[in-house]
């Protein structure tokens, strides 16, 4: 069979979007060529969807990295409502399929539900730091993505929150960061996408400094960032708790532009950007895994940059 399991998820971000669910469902099947994908999804449409009588339609494909592909399809229910299908591929073999669900539309899935355990997506792997890494092409200037939008930011009330496991919840203003000392640092940024950029300077307060303040407890295992447009990610907190980390105020010497994550946004070097969060408000100490935005679309639990952590493979 080709799906013996799915886990449903989801996100804030992806409901603004107006997608219900995501049932996301490893799977394990050779392909030639879009025409092969496009029966994988029809076959998949068919377990899950059995009697609906939806018509499925290819929207797009894209390179991820030099080793990955996705492709989008919509299976319409109607003239105006669609599934969305997202189909992963790797060295020609489908690795996973993807539903979003809309929330306005009522239907009744066949799939064995399971839970997503990120740990056996988290190896014990070093990360090397000699030379580029895998999968990356360089280029001279930042994409800049908004996939929820560029928020509006009212700085007069605008506060950065720090809680969760912690033993003292913070809430710091933009003076108050500047308060705690800037430090810069010059560091290759990552796209999962595969492009990089070389040395861009960012400045801001050490994430080290934010973990003083607060102390977060032993239990602590994740850390989960929301942004003021609804956009969330997570990681491992150590990776979190790298010292080359900041809350980034300033880049290549001037405050962050809105298109950056003005007031201030994450940094985190080592993982791919879609890690560092623009525009963040809220970061989250916590014992227990929860999908951010890409995380729910299929996208790694942490992301580790040299070692290409780009999906999640269980």
Same mark, same amino acid.
């Given at each position: 069979m080709l799906i013996s399991?799915?886990?449903?998820?989801?996100?804030?971000?992806?409901? $603004?979007?107006?997608? =219900?669910?995501?049932?996301?469902?490893?799977? @394990?099947?050779?392909?030639?060529?879009? $025409?092969?994908?496009?029966? /994988?999804? #029809?076959?998949?449409?068919?377990?899950?969807?059995?009697?609906?009588?939806?018509?499925? /339609?290819?929207e797009s494909s894209e390179s991820i990295g030099y080793t990955h592909t996705l492709h989008r399809f919509r299976v319409y229910v109607s003239s105006d409502m669609y599934v969305g299908v997202r189909v992963l591929v790797r060295d020609r073999e489908v690795t996973r399929i993807l539903f979003t669900i809309p929330?306005?539309?009522?239907?009744?899935?066949?799939?064995?539900?399971?839970? &997503?355990?990120?740990s056996q997506d988290l190896t014990s792997t070093e990360m090397h730091s000699e030379g580029a890494p895998p999968g990356q092409v360089y280029i001279d200037i930042p994409i800049v993505y908004a996939i929820l939008g560029v928020p509006r930011?009212?700085?007069?009330?605008?506060?950065?929150?720090?809680? =969760?496991?912690?033993?003292?919840?913070?809430?710091?203003?933009?003076?108050?960061? &500047?308060?705690?000392? /800037?430090? $810069?640092?010059?560091?290759?940024?990552?796209?999962?996408?595969?492009?990089?950029?070389?040395?861009? #300077?960012?400045?801001?307060?050490?994430?080290?400094?934010?973990?003083?303040?607060?102390?977060?407890?032993?239990?602590?295992?994740? /850390? &989960?960032?929301? @942004?003021?447009? =609804? &956009?969330?990610?997570?990681?491992?907190?150590e990776d979190f708790l790298r010292s080359e980390n900041l809350v980034a105020l300033e880049m290549n010497g001037r405050p962050l532009h809105p298109l950056h994550g003005y007031p201030a946004r994450l940094l985190v070097p080592s993982l791919y950007g879609w890690k560092s969060a623009k525009w963040v408000k809220r970061i989250h100490f916590t014992d227990r895994y929860i999908d951010g935005y890409w995380e729910a679309? =299929?996208?790694?639990?942490?992301?580790?940059?040299?070692?290409?952590?780009?999906?999640?493979t269980k």
């Open positions: 399991r799915c886990y449903e998820t989801g996100s804030p971000g992806l409901e $603004s979007k107006g997608v =219900g669910v995501v049932v996301d469902c490893p799977v @394990s099947r050779r392909v030639e060529g879009v $025409s092969d994908i496009e029966r /994988v999804v #029809e076959e998949a449409v068919d377990l899950l969807l059995h009697g609906l009588g939806a018509s499925v /339609v290819f929330r306005r539309l009522s239907l009744e899935l066949r799939y064995n539900r399971a839970t &997503y355990d990120p930011v009212d700085i007069a009330n605008w506060k950065l929150t720090v809680d =969760g496991l912690v033993e003292r919840p913070i809430e710091l203003s933009l003076a108050d960061l &500047y308060e705690l000392g /800037v430090t $810069s640092v010059l560091v290759d940024f990552h796209c999962v996408t595969g492009w990089s950029v070389k040395g861009l #300077e960012f400045a801001g307060v050490p994430v080290l400094k934010l973990v003083e303040l607060a102390k977060p407890l032993e239990s602590t295992r994740w /850390v &989960y960032v929301e @942004s003021l447009d =609804g &956009y969330s990610t997570i990681m491992p907190v679309l =299929g996208y790694h639990p942490r992301g580790r940059v040299d070692l290409e952590e780009r999906f999640k």
